[in-house]
């Protein structure tokens, strides 16, 4: 297949995923929270790496770095709503949650590096 077809169908693939959630979520948040809680994005992520590249040993990298990662992402998931809930501006809410995530990301990658597991 041509490169910059199989980039564009793996971006139209990609953007459909989360249209989709979008869309379901507006309607029902708990089936839209259980589309998006299905890890679509490490599937497709890992379909597209082993369709560039063949390589299962890249794979199980990803996905044993995508387990180990899974921990710091749920605190973005704690947070916000208990942001929003505490009566926080969304946008103030949403920047706490993405900064505590990401100091929770740093914090778990410098432990991993530490125990050479990444």
Known sequence: MNPLLFFLTKVIISALVVAVV???AKKSGLLGALI???PL???LAIIWLYLDTGN???IASLATG???LILPSCLFFFALP???RSGLNF????FISCATTAL???FTLWILQKLERV
Do not use: N
């Open 22 to 24: 979008s869309e379901v």
């Open 36 to 38: 998006a809680s299905i």
């Open 41 to 43: 994005t490490s599937l």
């Open 56 to 58: 299962t040993k890249q």
């Open 66 to 68: 995508i387990l180990w």
């Open 82 to 84: 208990l942001l929003l």
């Open 91 to 94: 946008w103030i809410s949403l």
């Open 104 to 106: 929770a990301y740093a």
